[in-house]
């Protein structure tokens, strides 16, 4: 008994031991050195904790790590996101609109002139978009690590040719780089990009060389204009009151399939909405793409990367990643 009660304290303390750590490393609660000093302190009384549970001086273990645990939790449950930060330029600014009826006005449309990661044009726009003309919807997912993890933006479409991309992404301040496993533990603000297509696209597939598949998707034109709307609100509700970006929770896939699931309902959970890289798949199973042509067929159809970096900033850049692309059924478009 008096083992079993010891293994159990001991793999609390390891849990606890590496959730401090990592916490305090992604989310230093005060100066840069503390981001290595305060992790180290944690593990060192984490360690003297185990040392003392071992030598059958349980007393002392819940002395050293119990007030410090205390104050460790008290901290992180008092973490707020906050929009005052000197962020990053692609981030700097929020989207948010205003809805007169079928009249949108869009605020900090990105629209930047990408020549390297380093190198680009700022330009932030306000954009004008009439609701009876939203006639598409396309899913592009861009590869950067493997066939698992993708990251997923949605793009709508106008009769006048217009196009508008919404990407949720991490909000990350100057100099900050990105971190899976950081996005566990509130390393980033949660944001939604409202990005002409030749800004968000061609960054991936020309300046950060990833790899891009575009899909049409099949939805009731109430249902795409819905989910505009549900992304402006969205974007309008971040800029009112920050939230933290998490990796598992509230990411690119889930936050969409939310606002789905809320439009259209009986939309069944599914480990690719979290293994983003397969979310096309998911996609085609609910029959939310085209069902005349296999998935691997949509796929090669729908792969962007080279025509986007042939387009380059062409003003057609919209028409020439579709070209090769079957249009929906009349029925479904």
């Not at 970096?309 to 062409?314: D, L, S, T, V």
Request: charged residues 20%; positive net charge.
């Amino acid at each position: 008994m008096r083992l079993a009660v010891l293994s159990g304290a001991t793999l609390a303390v390891l849990a606890g031991g590496c959730w401090g750590a990592l916490a305090l490393w992604y989310q230093p609660p005060s100066a840069p050195r503390a981001r290595v000093l305060l992790p180290g302190a944690w593990l060192l009384l984490c360690g003297a904790a185990l040392l003392s549970l071992w030598c059958g001086a349980a007393w002392l273990a819940v002395a050293l790590l119990g007030p410090a645990a205390a104050a460790l939790l008290l901290w992180w449950t008092k973490l707020r996101p906050s929009n005052a930060c000197d962020w990053a330029d692609e981030v700097a600014q929020m989207g948010h609109a205003e809805v007169l009826g079928d009249e949108v006005t869009v605020h900090n449309v990105r629209n930047f002139l990408w020549r390297s990661r380093e190198d680009y044009t700022i330009r932030w726009e306000v954009r004008r978009y009439d609701l009876r003309r939203l006639v598409s919807l396309d899913m592009i997912t861009s590869y950067w690590e493997g066939p698992a993890i993708a990251h997923v933006l949605f793009s709508f479409g106008f009769s006048d040719g217009e196009r508008l991309v919404f990407s949720v992404e991490i909000r990350r301040r100057r100099g900050q780089a990105y971190s899976e496993l950081g996005g566990f533990f509130r390393a980033y603000n949660l944001s939604v990009i409202a990005a002409d297509e030749r800004d968000i696209i061609y960054l991936r597939t020309n300046v950060r060389k990833e790899d891009d598949y575009l899909f049409h998707v099949r939805l009731p034109q109430a249902n795409v204009r819905a989910l505009f709307l549900a992304y402006l609100s969205q974007a309008n509700a971040l800029r009112q009151t920050p939230r933290f970006y998490n990796t598992l929770t509230v990411n690119c896939t889930t936050l969409v399939y939310r606002m789905m699931r809320h439009i259209v309902g009986g939309l069944p959970l599914d480990v690719r909405l979290l293994l983003s890289g397969y979310l096309p798949g998911y996609v085609y199973a609910v029959g939310g793409l085209d069902q005349r042509y296999t998935l691997e067929q949509l796929r090669a159809f729908g792969r962007i990367t080279q025509r986007a970096r042939q387009a380059g900033y062409g003003g057609e850049f919209s028409a020439a990643i579709r070209a090769g692309i079957p249009p929906l059924p009349a029925a479904t478009a």
